[in-house]
Nanobody
Framework: QVQLVESGGGLVQAGGSLRLSCKAS????????VGWFRQAPGKDREFVAA????????MYADSAKARFTVSVDKVKNTVNLQMNSLEPEDMAIYYC????????????????WGQGTQVTVSA
């Protein structure tokens, strides 16, 4: 069993920043990599960023490149997503998910999911 808990969401104006955190616990074999996904109302869940737990593999969606940074904090057992220059289009519930192998943006490859944290961006 794997448990993932997101935090750090909130309300921010366009151009502002937020840092999301995903605290992970469970079998090491089930936590090779962690991905961030987001889902806006009425839309499908989409890939944002992914990182292997050791930090050697990193991937970003085109919408996140140059604005978002994903990192691993081994001491706190968390994966962070630093989001800068936020836009109204970034408004969504953000989820983190775990995978046993590297899946990058391939959503069906992720087995466990957190409850999500709300990010609201005002124009």
């Amino acid at each position: 069993q794997v448990q993932l808990v997101e935090s750090g969401g909130g309300l921010v104006q366009a151009g502002g920043s937020l840092r999301l955190s995903c605290k992970a616990s469970g079998r090491a074999d089930d936590l090779y990599a962690v991905g961030w996904f987001r889902q806006a109302p009425g839309k499908d869940r989409e890939f944002v960023a992914a990182i292997s737990w050791r930090g050697h593999q990193i991937m970003y969606a085109d919408s996140a490149k140059a604005r978002f940074t994903v990192s691993v904090d081994k001491v706190k057992n968390t994966v962070n997503l630093q989001m800068n220059s936020l836009e109204p289009e970034d408004m969504a519930i953000y989820y983190c998910a775990s995978a046993r192998v590297w899946n990058g943006s391939y959503r069906p490859g992720y087995e466990y999911w957190g409850q999500g944290t709300q990010v609201t961006v005002s124009a």
